[in-house]
């Protein structure tokens, strides 16, 4: 059974940062292409940032130049660095994984950031 379980969220302050990992167990085949999404308060879970096999990644505007994502194969495991953190930024993080043409999503991290 695929899972992913996400770590590292919590509360940091305005221009702060924080590192988020997401961990991928029960698959023996390796990872996809990865996505970390976030949902704010009464909003809508938008994505943020992509990495592909091949390590192109993609980004939303709202975060571009802030946050990186990135990915080590061996330890099945992704990472969105978070700088310059903002209080807009205030959501829970979620990592997402499409695997044979099945959406896994872990259960989420939240991060807080105060003004």
């Known amino acids: 059974q695929v899972q992913l379980v996400e770590s590292g969220g919590g509360l940091a302050q305005t221009g702060g940062s924080l590192r988020l990992s997401c961990t991928v167990s029960g698959t023996s085949s390796g990872l996809s292409t990865m996505g970390w999404y976030r949902q704010a308060p009464g909003k809508q879970r938008e994505l943020i940032a992509t990495?592909?096999?091949?390590?192109?990644?993609n980004y939303a505007d709202s975060v571009k130049g802030r946050f990186t994502i990135s990915r080590d194969n061996a330890k099945n495991t992704v990472y969105l660095q978070m700088n310059s953190l903002k209080p807009e930024d205030t959501a829970d993080y979620y990592c997402?994984?499409?695997?044979?043409?099945?959406?896994?999503w872990g259960q989420g991290t939240q991060v807080t950031v105060s003004s």
């Open positions: 997402h994984m499409t695997k044979w043409g099945v959406s896994y």
């Open positions: 990495i592909s096999l091949s390590a192109t990644t």
